[in-house]
């Protein structure tokens, strides 16, 4: 009998004899222990009453026992067994942004050892697992199981269960990212001071401060939406308000139910007095000369205590276009000394497509050494035609059966500037013609046809750029971004290339296209098919070569025939070999036994028969011998042998052949 966990169960044993016999109930557990005695059951009845059935200390097999004294008979009467019951749940708990979170959960099952079950995120199926560990105890498996995300982030937060949805859930929570820690300042007094703090945090979390001074002329801005901004502003500060910030989280630990604290980078404030230097080069410009270099103009500050001997130049850039821009630094802390006679500079080999900012400050020989540095000017460098992607060598990779072929492509660079959408560029190639045949960098490609000429470039696919596959199939017959994937012509050469767009920049947009690579579409046969196409093609050729042959001798045979073959005169009784002094003549007979003859250098005359009367002759062509500068295979192949008799002889004696 299969019995849910927890469930009532009752078990009746039925006794007849005199004297009246007694039951006595005896279990045998899943570990193999008998016992007489259970506490929640009464014994020596004819009915067991479970109240609540524990699998661990309810399951296995009841017997009960009747005796009296005439005798003892026991029978079994039940085997309570269940299918699986969770006894370890998974634990909540807090898990650091980016590390990784480890659940288990524990089950005991009569089935099976290899026992899967399912994952539940917020009563989601998530996916299955096997078995991480399996202890055996008599009828029954101690089952563990794991689960694991890697590089735990914002997403990940929720309630897990495992085997079913509404088991005891594990509340997963996950710490903050700091994206941007205060930074070290040195102001002068009396100047406002911002203190920026950018954070991924979870839900319901705050971002606060902390510093070992007391300041109270500050505020708090706070700014929500993906990432928390948190901007603590000192107004006129003074030396009261030197001393380390820093910001910090806190976030609810789901497994103590406490608030854990995350802090950020420390950052220190150091209050210039007034009788240091504070002078701050003035009517600074930043102008662009070309795509890579800028030029920087300034004045001499006015509020120093002595001469300017030098001046730094700093700037960074990032990439203004990348998702995480506030960290893709390109250019970090760069700095450039200059003589303090001079008050302009070109900065050159800049990165294109990268926020620059750009600061100053007067060096001197004063007690500060330095004077105040300039707030930072802003410039971007301008986009620049993106770079060619650069396709992967290993484009065949298909079986040379299908005919849609499999191709790698490539994530193209977007170190120019930002990337709007990457095609796929697609011509067919005649037969022998070389791949640079095909114009892929033409401006505008044309769409798919089946009416497209060789070496027509067609657009089979266009992507965005963070969706480029590194696989794509071409000719599947789909659609993509507008363009049609239409189908290969089979066992037929292809070129292909990829074409990038960066996004527009006023009216302008750019491109690149990669060097072109080929490949040669499938049979279309089955792979058991397959084999028969090399079979064919030499079939053909054969064929064709035999056909060849022939057509080649029946072209020699006819032409020398027309040159040779021998034309009568008059209609003859007969063709014969006259061989008279070593001269032989073909001799066409008339009716007057003259003949008309005509000798292989074609020379003609009449010369009359001798030994020979046309009575000799029967009405059929004959043939003697061989003609001087005829030969009889020539005679032969220009008679047909239904006319003709072939003869060998001389003057005066026929002999059939």
Known sequence: MTVQWDQSVSVSCKAEGYPVPTILWHFLNTTGTERVDSVGSTWRQSTLQIASFDGWRDGGEYRCSA???????????????????????????????????????????????????MWYKDRRPLNFTAPLEAVSQGWMWYLTYRFVISFISRSDIGNYSCHKPTNAAAAVNVGPLFLESPKNQTVWSGETVELACNVLVAPKSEVNWETEVTWRDSIQVVTTGAETMSLLILYNVSSAAAGWYRCFVLVLDPGTREWKKFSSVTSHITVIGRNVARGVPRNITVRLLTARSVLITWLEPDDLPGPVTAYKIKYDGRRWYRADYQHHFVDMNKTITLNGSVLETRVDHLLVSVRFAFSLVAVGDWESKTGMWSKPIYLRTPDDVPFAPVLPLHNSLSDGTSVPQLVALTQPSDMNGPIRSAQLLIASLPLGEDISGVEFDMPLPSR???????????????????????????????????????PLVPNTRYAYAMRVYSLPTGQKVMYSTSLPLEFTSGTGLSTGEAWLLPVVVVSAGCLAFFFMVVFCVSLNMWSRCRSEKVRLQNKPHAVVMDQEDGDVRLVGVNESHRVSARHSNGIAEDVELRNFTGDEFDSRPRVLGGVDGFRRSNVEDCINDEDLNVLNGTDSELNDV
Do not use: W
């Not at 029978?75 to 269940?82: E, I, N, S």
């Not at 067609?458 to 993509?480: C, H, K, M």
């Open 67 to 117: 005796s009296n004294s005439a005798g003892e008979d026991n029978k079994t009467v039940a085997f309570l067994q269940f299918k699986s019951q969770i006894v370890s749940h998974p634990l909540s708990q807090l898990v650091p942004y980016g590390g990784n979170l480890s659940l288990y959960c524990s089950l005991v099952s009569m089935e099976s050892r290899n026992t899967s079950v």
């Open 448 to 486: 798919y046809s089946d009416r497209l000429s060789h070496r027509e470039v067609y657009v089979a696919a266009q992507f965005e750029y963070d969706a480029i596959p590194s696989l794509f199939t071409v000719g599947n017959g789909r659609t993509y971004g507008g363009y049609f994937n239409g």
